[in-house]
């Protein structure tokens, strides 16, 4: 089995970035980014600390950290998109580092971020990461914080072959159903829109949505039965 995790590692996270570093600038606006910042200001929780798996050269986490006055940590595969990164954040005196690394081993401490988002990166990631990347998002995010997810949302889930690189899957679901099924968190927004802009997007396969998924502080309240004695 192709291991996707590994190619980007070795050579398609700098292919990635090489191919659209001109489209990955903290001053060029992106929906999804900007409707992210919009819920998280409205929302009353502290936002002290963002965390983005799959960051690229972090052009979103910058935005997010500049409107927010937040500190980000980012993970991306990219050596380069790394640099480049902490190279615009440096000049830009914000409080973002990247870090070079993938979605399922994150090294940050339990419940140590506010908002951890998956910004376009859970359709790369191999099948078998999935849910041990689900698992380490549950793990970084604190109790009341947020799990913003921005991907695509068809009809229905499949896989493409991915353009770029012989042997890698695009695959393409509503990533939010499967933290949303174990009852650990609460659909706080979602906002349809497409790659074109904002707005529903009636071809199913150009779909995107931004989840914002709110981690349920207490997710098993105690279960009394009906006329019990204390
Ligand atoms: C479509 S880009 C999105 C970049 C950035 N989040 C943005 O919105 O501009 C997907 C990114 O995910 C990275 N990526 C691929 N596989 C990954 C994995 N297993 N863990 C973390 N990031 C991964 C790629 O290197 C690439 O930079």
């Given at each position: 089995m192709t291991d996707q995790r590994d190619i980007f590692l070795k050579s398609e996270g700098d292919g990635f970035f090489g191919r659209n570093r001109a489209q990955l600038l903290p001053d060029k606006e992106r929906p999804s980014t900007t409707r992210l910042i919009e819920f998280l200001r409205e929302t009353k929780g502290p936002v002290r600390h963002v965390t983005e798996i799959?960051?690229?050269?972090?052009s979103e986490l910058l935005k997010i950290c500049t409107a927010l006055e937040c500190e980000g940590t980012g993970f991306e595969p990219s050596g380069e998109a790394v640099a480049d990164g902490n190279r615009m954040a440096a000049e830009l005196g914000q409080r973002m580092t990247l870090f070079?690394?993938?979605?399922?081993?994150?090294p940050l401490p339990d419940e140590s971020s506010d908002v951890l988002l998956f910004g376009f990166c859970l359709y790369l990631v191999d099948r078998r990461l999935l849910l041990p990347a689900m698992g380490e998002a549950y793990r970084v995010l604190r109790p009341g914080g947020f799990l913003a997810i921005v991907d695509f949302d068809p009809a229905q889930q499949h896989r493409r072959a991915y353009?770029?690189?012989?042997g890698l899957w695009s695959y393409k679901q509503d990533y939010s159903r499967i933290p949303l099924a174990t009852g650990l968190y609460s659909l706080a927004a979602k906002v349809p829109m497409s790659h074109a802009g904002d707005g529903f997007e009636a071809d199913a396969d150009e779909r995107v949505a931004l989840n914002i998924l709110y981690k349920e502080p207490a997710p098993y309240p105690m279960w009394q039965a009906p006329g019990a004695v204390r």
């Open positions: 799959g960051c690229g050269n972090g070079r690394g993938t979605a399922e081993d994150l353009a770029h690189h012989d």
